[in-house]
């Protein structure tokens, strides 16, 4: 039943702890899942926030989702959404585009606390290079399934019947779910490609005992059952299996390495531009960029 696990290691960032799972070296994508971090949860005080400044993508979306706090996105389109707990930014990058995620002002003032997963979504090759664009969708919209002793929202794809808003590009699944002590379902059996991630508490698959970060890659032809040993909250995700590799530099994803030579070029033009006139732009009110790195 269980292809292998994943023991995402936490990296202290400054008093803010983030795991990353995926991608590893024995395992790039989870059906078309390509990154997926686990951030904290961690503890502001006021003053204190989050600022991830201005940064490219191309050839993925990106995907927030939010367990506690809140998070400002900026980003070339010209989109300034908060997003809270449950809620879904999905941005696609596509031919590229340009945002920043920061603790607004009054959050940051009266001090916060911040937990959640970050994900980013790989494009089947066809359409790597669509025109950007930004959807959110907020908790209320999201599909809930419920089972004995468990409860579980919908992010984004279809799973037990049941289809998020979020519009997608190729089969996917993501779920966010609270599962009592022994209580035991059925993973939904629909997708190609799945991933078990436990953000914190105990479950046992295939007579296997799994605890807080640790991230079960299951088989394909296994149909799955999750018992719960003490109360858990898990991410299930996966999808179709995504045609073609996939090459990752930085915050860059595409199946062409040529295209990921263009996307740095454009990005150090643009800096070196100060972003007039060129492929990547800064979103509004927004002045300050990472810099490409070296490697």
Request: negative net charge.
């Amino acid at each position: 039943m269980i292809e292998m696990t994943i023991s995402g290691r936490a990296k202290d960032l400054g008093g803010f702890t983030v795991r990353r799972l995926i991608p590893v070296a024995k395992r790039r994508l989870v059906g078309p899942f390509i990154f997926f971090d686990h951030m904290g949860p961690a503890e502001f005080a006021p003053g204190k926030g989050v600022d991830v400044r201005p940064h490219p993508h191309i050839g993925l979306a990106t995907v927030t989702y939010l367990f506690d706090g809140e998070m400002d996105h900026r980003d070339t389109l010209g989109v300034h959404q908060t997003i809270k707990p449950g809620d879904v930014n999905w941005m696609t990058a596509g031919r590229g585009i340009v945002h920043s995620e920061r603790t607004g002002p009054e959050t940051r003032a009266a001090g916060h606390k911040l937990h959640g997963i970050q994900t980013w979504v790989a494009l089947p090759t066809e359409i790597e290079d669509i025109e950007p664009s930004f959807h959110h969708h907020k908790v209320d919209e999201l599909p809930v399934i419920e089972r004995e002793g468990v409860w579980m929202r919908l992010i984004l794809g279809t799973a037990y019947g049941e289809t998020a808003p979020v519009k997608v590009f190729s089969p996917i699944f993501y779920l966010h779910a609270e599962t009592k002590e022994g209580a035991i379902f059925k993973l939904t059996d629909e997708h190609e490609e799945r991933a078990v991630y436990v953000v914190s508490g105990e479950i046992e698959i295939d007579g296997r005992l799994f605890g807080e970060g640790e991230m079960i890659i299951l088989d394909d032809e296994a149909s799955i059952a999750i018992r719960t040993v003490r109360d858990a909250r898990l991410i299930m995700c996966g999808g179709g299996h995504l045609e073609g590799e996939r090459h990752i530099f930085w915050n860059f994803v595409s199946s062409s390495k040529d295209r990921l030579e263009k996307a740095k070029a454009d990005w150090r033009a643009a800096a070196d531009a100060a972003f007039e006139n060129t492929y990547f732009t800064l979103p509004p009110d927004e002045n300050e960029h990472i810099p490409l790195p070296e490697t």
